[in-house]
């Protein structure tokens, strides 16, 4: 069941009581001459401009609205906080700023971070006054259209084209305060051994010298099953818990499906003799996810997935969600449209997304970000923004696939440069040492490297014309999908699954010159609901599919090739759109893929 309390906070998988949002008024500036360190603005500077955060000063919903290029930001506001106990440590935490981040409280330097899509956290402890309790935080922000650097699809250019979208920097996601006593649990990760009937716990303390007693509490659908404690020592301490309930006859470890979402609640607690230093409340769903043969399989059982891309883009907040709301609504959506999960593209979505996602189970692809020049600076912050996003995230249910890369976007001669394989291929290894537990889909869309399947991107207009290609997949794999080679050179097809991982890009025509779309534009509602059934009915017959994704869920900027415009009205009704993509229409599969 979706907790609303816990829905609000910034991160309900991570969940600290007491936290206090930072959102709202933050002074601002411009930076556009880089001289705000020179002249000490950390120190104090007269602002003349407000911004809201978390809304990047491009969107609307920031009351600034220039989509204008500007290398150099400055935020800084005052805040306050209750009394606290004397050992008491105070932590300042941003969910994500685009892209490098320089912070300090009351004019000391309090910590940096780099990397425009994943979370960080000061200390502000050292900086501040028990006595006053009132800080000043001042953030420097630094961004630009480099091209080695991961931007997904913000255009590296001022003006925005094809499928490219206003470029979102600085602060775009949530600030906020946390409290903890003496020690703090940076980082919890969760490994469900469901076959076992375990789940494995690894904490990452943000002190090395922790030496103490983790309290723990596991419940299910509010009840308690089960408490514990363990004894830990060192930064890093692991130990397992008991999942399954004892029972001669019925398997008592609940299963996480998108058909029955079922999630184990978990409290840890850290104490130093009588001292309680943290306490986190988290959660788990009990599922595996694997390949075997040609067949996906989802808890030992065939799956087969019915996706949506989904940008996250909103006409007047950008890549911030508006509120949680709308990405409940979004979510809801997908599910009434008859799909059973989304491509999350080229984009690190807000918590809040997954831990939605998580309870009403929706299947999610998450994606890096691209950038899109090969070169040492862009492969060096493309890794180590990866592992950051899969730290952050390793924990959802909802996450069956990584994609590390779309389409060779950054690897552009990815085909034939064997450089270029090696670097592709090393994501494959890195996610797999970081997280077996899950796919991976390498080079999503064509010139396929390793992976765990083949991810192919086709945009043909006629649905006959599309189900042909498909019917002979060994062929297909020696040869194009929209003019690209289905695998790089070297690699060879194994009988992997394959994916229709994008298909569609429907566009109706809105009179607009700038919109663009793949084909030519339906001409109307009718038209438009005519060419999307012929295509999905054509894609639900072919027989090997393991599954396939829709382009897309909404239109975004000049992008208008949604099933639903950019303020989510439908394009058409909802319940046919759900017909088109289950085959309930009379466009069914002739065979199952299994």
Known sequence: MIDREKMASPRPDFYRRGWKSLNGAWKFAFDDKNIGIREGWQNGHAYEREITV??????????????????CLWYERDFSWEEQAEDARLWLNFGAVDYEAVVWINGRWAGSHRGGHTPFSVEMTPFVSRTDKTARVTVMCRDSYDTAQPRGKQHWNIETDRCWYTATSGIWQNVWMEITGPRRMEHVRLTPLPDQGEVRVKISFAEPDVCGEVRWKLKFEGGEIGTGSVAVKGKRPEFIIAVRQEDPIDNTVHLWSPEKPVL????????????????????????????????????HFPLYQRLVLDQGYWPDSLMTPP????????????????????????????????????HMGILVWEEMPSNYEFCQEGMDALLHEYGEVIARDC?????????????????????????Q??????????????????????????????????????????????????????????????????????RSYGGEPVFLSEFGGIAMEDGKKESWGYNEKAAGPEAFAARLSKLTGAVNRIGGLA????????????????????????????????????????????????
């Not at 959506?333 to 997304?353: L, S, T, W, Y």
Request: glycine residues 10%.
């Open 395 to 419: 924990n959802h249910p909802c996450i069956i696939t990584w994609v590390p890369f779309n389409e060779s976007w950054g690897i552009r001669n990815v085909l034939f440069d064997r450089e």
């Open 547 to 594: 599954g396939f994704c829709y382009t897309q869920l909404t239109d975004v900027e000049q992008e208008t090739n949604g099933l639903l415009y950019a303020d989510r009205t439908p394009k058409m009704e909802v319940d046919r759109i759900a017909a088109c993509m289950t085959g309930e229409d009379g466009g069914g599969r002739e065979e199952k893929p299994f």
């Open 421 to 490: 394989q090696h670097f592709a291929e090393t994501f494959y290894h890195y996610t797999k040492a970081l997280d077996p537990y899950r796919l991976v889909s390498t080079n999503d869309g064509w010139e396929a490297v390793k992976a765990d399947f083949v991810g192919i991107h086709d945009y043909e207009s006629d649905g006959e014309v599309l189900a042909e290609k498909f019917r002979d997949m060994e062929a297909l794999m020696g040869w194009t999908a929209v003019g690209k080679m289905v695998l790089s050179e070297g």
């Open 264 to 299: 184990y609640d978990l409290e840890l607690e850290y104490l130093e003799g009588a001292s309680a230093c943290d306490r986190v409340e988290t959660y788990f769903g009990m599922r595996t996810i694997e390949v075997k043969e040609n067949h996906v399989l989802l808890n």
């Open 54 to 71: 978390p809304f990047c000063y491009q969107s609307r919903k920031s009351g600034i609205g220039e989509t204008e290029g500007h290398p």
């Open 323 to 358: 509120d949680g709301e709308a990405l409940l609504k979004d979510l809801e959506m997908v599910r009434a449209m008859g799909f059973n999960g989304v491509r999350k593209h080229q984009k690190i979505e807000d918590p809040v997304f997954l831990y939605l996602a998580d």
